[in-house]
């Protein structure tokens, strides 16, 4: 059977003859299609591949009739309705790690055009100028780099940094030692990193906890003179106490790719002293482009024909896998995501236990387990594919065992996670075909639906802890609804799961852990 692939944005020569070479897929290259005549196209198409072009709203995801794939080549995903997509089944795939070579490369190109003044120099020759003495560079050799977030990038930006002859430290408290290991990064507290480093430059995804993580308290904390890169996310620097840090003399020097707001207007950053600035561009490379339209084109083919492990951002399962498994996969990779949230410390080692599941699930149910716990830290890039190879990339030992027999329920998934220092395991089944529940917490008995605001509570078991939580939630207008309590005879301490309608606001978090009997208190988003 002949699949039809409709491409509606320029696309690397690359990826078109990938396409153009599979015997079963048709290919309709209309780059620029647009209106009424897209709409018409896409409703005789089994795939879409988009760039930024075209949009994928809901209405040409409702003219889809046939649509099964949407590719957008490239990483982001603002042009795409991946809720209207995941609704009608409609697999959504794009090619997330494509330009890391290209970004890992590009912070070394602006950490050098900075402490060289390239830019400067280069507008002086281009005038007629011919001012040496102005341009006066520091050397990376023996200097120290502190990185923030050791993943892809962050790892690759070591290694380079090392070669230019800098001492590397590195602070990513969701890593293994092992990982700092590997690519000789001295791992370090933030405190210790932002006293040592002559150049700070940041790698992680731009989450809660890093949302402006730089501001003017740890600036005052780093070496006078210090300079900061960022080409990851805008936003994890605040750029108004940087910038004027920055004007001040405080801050040497700045190399900026990323912006809270993009295109910068207004931006304080752009009349700052001493800075190195360009327009998102860590991405775009010849190479990064090529491999975006290999591995979209690639992926969607797989994906018409049936394959499940692709690189997706959703898995509405219809065509590509048995719909039967759906309840199972995703309550796999909610214990995942549950597990994230509330162990402490890098994970080393995972295992996935099965009691009563097909045993050819293992191993989807495994990745999906892995895919929850890594999603929360990571950039927004992981998926059935590549979860595997990153958890390996993060040092961390996966393994699964099956058990055909079920044990007290028909069938029932156990996560386990260890850190240097803990384990902690979580269970959960899916009941009447697609109810889910978790059902354990570390030795804890429960019962819970695994969805929405949660907070996990473990408190010491005295009388009138419930009454307490009740009432600070009560006066504050937070809506329970539910509350899971269980107690062990053996450790005198009680765990609470608390569903409530919304997240909690950091401070009511902080009033809920203040409480004398209370020993740990987490929010989990589900
Ligand atoms: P990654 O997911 O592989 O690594 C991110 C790392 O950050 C992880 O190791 C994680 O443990 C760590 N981290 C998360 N929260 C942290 C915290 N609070 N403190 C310290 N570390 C924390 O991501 P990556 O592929 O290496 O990408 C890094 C960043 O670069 C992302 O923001 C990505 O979007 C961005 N990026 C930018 C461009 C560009 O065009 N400028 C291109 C590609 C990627």
């Keep these: 059977m002949s699949h039809r692939v409709l491409v509606t944005d320029t696309l690397a020569e690359s990826g078109l003859a990938i396409l153009r070479t599979a015997e079963d897929v048709e290919l309709v290259y209309s780059p620029g299609l647009k209106g009424e005549e897209l709409l018409r196209e896409v409703a005789r198409s ?70 060289r003044n390239i830019p400067e120099a280069d507008a002086s020759v ?34 380079r940094a090392r070669a230019f002859g800098m001492r590397v430290i590195a602070y990513d408290p969701y890593v293994a030692d092992a990982v700092y290991e590997r690519v000789s990064a001295e791992k370090v507290t933030l405190g210790q990193l932002l006293a040592q480093a002559d150049i700070v430059t940041v790698h992680t995804p731009l989450t809660d906890e890093t949302r402006g993580m730089i501001g003017p308290d740890e600036i005052a904390k780093t070496k006078e003179g210090v300079i900061f890169v960022n080409c990851a ?20 020097g700045a190399a900026i790719d990323v912006y809270e707001d993009e295109p910068p207007k207004n931006n304080p950053l752009l009349a700052a002293k001493n800075i190195v600035l360009s327009p998102h561009i860590g991405a775009n490379t010849i190479e990064a482009q090529d491999r975006v339209a290999v591995q979209t084109s690639e992926m969607v083919v797989d994906a018409l024909r049936g394959s499940i492990f692709v690189s ?31 162990i402490n410390g890098a994970v080393t080692r995972t295992v996935v236990e099965l009691w009563g599941v097909e045993e050819r699930l293992t191993k989807i149910i495994s990745v999906a387990a892995l895919k929850g716990l890594l ?27 099956t058990h055909p027999m079920p044990r007290d329920y028909n069938n029932l998934i156990t996560f ?111």
Aim: glycine letters at 8%.
């Design 46 to 115: 089994d795939a879409l591949i988009t760039r930024s072009g075209t949009a994928v709203t809901e209405a040409l995801v409702r003219s889809g009739s046939r649509l099964r794939v949407v590719g957008r080549a490239g990483v982001g995903l603002d042009n795409v309705d991946v809720d209207a997509c995941t609704a009608r089944g409609i697999l959504v795939i794009n090619a997330p790690t494509a330009n890391i070579m290209s970004a890992t490369e590009h912070t070394m190109a602006m950490l050098l055009s900075l402490c």
């Design 375 to 401: 999603t929360p830290y990571l950039s927004t890039s992981v998926n059935f594919v590549n979860a595997e190879q990153i958890a390996e990339q993060r040092e961390i030992a996966i393994s699964s065992t």
């Design 416 to 526: 386990r996670a260890s850190t240097e220092r803990e384990e902690f395991c979580v269970s959960g089944t899916v009941f009447s075909e697609k109810n889910q529940r978790i059902v354990s917490v570390n030795n804890f008995r429960v019962e819970f639906k695994p969805e929405g605001h949660l907070i996990y509570a473990i408190n010491k078991d005295v009388p009138g802890v419930v009454g307490k939580v009740g009432t600070l939630f009560g006066d504050r207008e937070i809506n329970i609804a539910e509350y899971n309590l269980a107690r062990t005879s053996t450790t005198g301490k009680a765990m609470a799961i608390i569903t409530v309608d919304s997240a909690l606001d950091p401070e009511t978090l902080n009033f809920l852990r203040s409480f004398r009997e209370m020993e740990e208190v987490k929010q989990v988003k589900l």
């Design 126 to 159: 281009k005038r007629g100028e011919w001012v040496r003495s102005k341009f006066m560079g520091t050397e990376l050799n023996g200097k120290v780099l502190g990185i923030i977030g050791l993943g892809r990038i962050g790892t690759r930006v070591t290694v």
């Design 233 to 252: 996310r805008g936003g994890i620097y605040q750029e108004q106490p940087l910038a004027e840090a920055l004007s001040s003399g405080r801050v040497g």
């Design 312 to 342: 997706a951002v959703n898995l509405p399962f219809e065509g590509v896998a048995d719909a039967d498994a759906a309840p199972l996969i995703n309550l796999a990779e909610k214990l995942g995501l549950f597990t994230a949230q509330v």
